[in-house]
């Protein structure tokens, strides 16, 4: 990351903000509250191509995460609860197939499928 764009509120990172590749391009775009990735976030890779997008909560992941190959397929998906994967993820090969399935408990693996 070359530079970051974005609001100061009492010397933390507030409001929306984006942080850009040594040339330029943009690397990701999201809010922070407090300094804190907070709310809706996006990662992309520096083709241009979406890496991941997601949601965070006080700095933690939380909730619906996607994460994709840098030709636009879907990678992998699942869920996070307190910054920990949770449930069923679903991993897909470059070509978006669905390699396996993955069950998770407090960010542990159970089984893979």
């Keep these: 990351i070359l530079s970051e764009t974005g609001p100061y509120k009492n010397n933390q990172k507030t409001g929306y903000w984006k942080a850009y590749y040594p040339d330029e391009k943009l690397f990701s775009e999201g809010n922070f509250e407090r300094d804190k990735y907070h ?64 069950i998770y408990k407090n960010d542990k693996l159970l089984n893979d499928q």
Excluded at 39 to 66: A, C, F, I, P
Excluded at 71 to 100: H, Q, S, T, V
């Design 39 to 102: 709310g809706l976030w996006k990662v992309y890779y520096q083709n241009g191509n979406l890496k991941q997008v997601g949601e965070y909560k006080n700095g933690k992941s939380e909730g619906k995460w996607k994460f994709y190959h840098d030709n636009k397929n879907i990678w992998e998906m699942g869920e996070y609860i307190d910054d920990k994967k949770e449930g069923k993820w679903k991993i897909y090969d470059k070509n978006g197939i669905l390699a396996r399935k993955e």
